[in-house]
């Protein structure tokens, strides 16, 4: 079969750029892994030590100078467990969370975590069941500690499997707001910035909006992960003004029942 030059550079510039820059990127680092690869299996070999090319998996992206991490995931629950120290609740309920927080948590305090989507987990001091945010099946002014954290931002959108709702977020707060005792505290944590939905992956919420939300609440505290997280970290008792500058923040919320 001939070899046509020409056709297969016309094939190649119809392809997206960005799709070919991946491809030279993975190209390139996986040049160095083969290196590393013949430089292992040379050392192995002085040791005895088997390495078999089809025993291989890979990694090309790891080799970065600073560890990464998604700011949003990392900063919210430590903000959370920071916050869940001062309160030290007899137990705490957490709302489909992210669940290296419930996890975490419950080595210290008994932990409920609740999701639309139950997580089969087996740890001392944690109960793992499922619940609907837009219908909790608590009494009203019942919990006295509740988390929901970058949860709210997703309900309606139908992204987890759940019903399309345009007003699920607004149902969910309303259902929040309904089971907190009065003086019980919630953490609750959504996405901030410019107002408007990214369908069908989130929301995102200006600092008004999540006040406003929750009228008969007391704001205790509010921090910011903003969008040079990476950069300054989480921005403790931030503002509402640099709240609103944001593109894709993370706002932390500490409301106290009226």
């Known amino acids: 079969m001939e070899f046509n030059v020409q056709k297969c550079s016309r094939s190649w510039k119809r392809i997206p750029s960005f799709i070919r820059f991946e491809f030279i990127k993975k190209l390139f680092l996986f040049y160095f892994f083969l290196k590393d690869y013949f430089i292992f299996k040379k050392e192995a070999k002085k040791y005895g030590i088997p390495v078999r090319w089809i025993e291989r998996n890979p990694q090309l992206f790891d080799k970065t100078q ?16 920071r916050i869940l120290k001062e309160i030290n ?3 705490h309920i957490d709302i489909s969370s992210t669940l290296y927080f419930c996890t975490l948590v419950s080595a210290f305090i008994p932990v409920k975590f609740f999701d639309f989507r139950p997580a089969k987990i087996n740890l001392s001091n944690l109960i793992s069941d499922k619940a609907d945010l837009t219908n909790l099946v608590f009494q009203d002014n019942s919990v006295k500690s509740i988390s929901c954290m970058h949860t709210v931002e997703h309900i309606g959108l139908g992204r987890y499997g759940d019903p399309i709702d345009v007003n699920g977020d607004k149902k969910a707060v309303d259902e929040l707001r309904r089971v907190i005792t009065f003086g019980g505290n919630l953490l609750f944590v959504v996405p901030i910035g410019k107002s408007r939905i990214i369908f069908n992956a989130h929301r995102i919420y ?13 704001l205790r505290d509010f921090s910011l992960i903003p969008d040079n997280a990476s950069e300054v970290g989480l921005i403790n008792h931030a503002d509402e003004k640099t709240a609103d ?5 993370c706002g932390c919320f500490w409301f106290v029942k009226k």
């Open 66 to 81: 600073n560890t990464n991490f998604d700011p949003h995931y990392l900063y919210h629950p430590a903000w959370a467990a």
């Open 89 to 91: 609740p007899d137990f």
């Open 206 to 218: 200006s600092y008004r909006q999540i006040l406003d939300f929750f009228p008969d609440f007391i």
């Open 245 to 249: 500058n944001q593109n894709y923040a």
